[in-house]
């Protein structure tokens, strides 16, 4: 299929503005990103999907505040939060610039079920583009119009961009991402260089990914199976595969947090390595193990991975407090893998 790129003004119908709130490693510290003169940041195709478990109205809130600057629509979908952020959202959600929809689901099937559910209702609306984001993804300014006006310029070049991405400023420290490319055995970081607007990557995270439907069509959906940990990684692959790029833009930002909380370990130089709870070990090997199976994953990536898995069995497995049940985590996720078993724990 081939897909057809679609061109919008990002400076049209501006809505009402609302108060705002105030495996990638962390380079630089920046300030925040500085509106260029006349810039708009409202780009009316562009839908939003924000998939939520358990959010804390504090970090949520600012989070659909700026989306709704800069998008004509957000479908929220909550998997079976303990306490519905349904009332919360439809409160606040008056005084937002853009329609919010909010999708209570009575089961947690995941974040790509999330995210396809999402996806689906954007397209009833004739969204050009998607955005997918998480609860804790908050975008800075025109990090939408900046997106999509990268993609056109990639679509003019004759380059077809599965998806396109921002870089996310750390909510700890501050500091800016870099994208990623595989080499070799490891996974090597991508600096955004003076000039340089985009960065052809291997991959994304997904939030923050802006994605034209005609992607979607050719490509397919997220894979569901794998329920939480490398949905993204999964999709810009098979994306690449048939022929699309991925790619990274450097002038567009959004705040992000890798793990609960960032612990500084030392081996042979201090590091600050993400901390996730140890049920989240169990998805990251096991569906690890999962996409060595599949065709379209290189060998590369593969090699990466493996040596990326034994580096969490040390530092997650024998340097932190929680050591042994991340170790008992990441060994169920290693046996399931190797048994083809997928979705929820």
Known sequence: MSPRWRACSCHENDPPMSVSSEDSPMSSHTHAVTPMPGESEYCPDVVAVVVTYDPTPDILLPVLEAAARQVSAIIVVDNASKQSPHDRIAMVSRNL????????????RGL?????????RAQ????????????????????VARLRAAHIELAQQGLMAAAVGPRY????DGSLSEFVRV?????????CEAGRRTVNTDFLISSGSLMPMAALEAVGMMD????????DTEWCFRARSLGFGVFGVCDAVMRHSLGERRMAIWFLRWRKVPVHPSFRYYYIFRNSILLRHRPYMPIKWRHADLSRLFQMVFFFGLLVPNRLANM???WRGLRDGLKGVTGKL
């Open 97 to 108: 610039g853009a329609e919010v929809e909010v999708l209570i689901q009575t089961n947690n």
């Open 112 to 120: 790509g079920f999330g995210y396809n559910l999402g996806i689906e």
């Open 124 to 143: 009833l609306r004739a969204a050009a583009f998607v955005l997918l984001l998480d609860q804790d993804s908050e975008l800075e300014f025109g990090a």
């Open 169 to 172: 400023r750390d909510a700890g």
């Open 183 to 191: 080499g070799g055995c490891r996974f090597k970081r991508i600096p």
């Open 224 to 231: 569901e199976g794998l329920f939480i940990d490398h949905i």
């Open 328 to 330: 008992r985590m990441m």
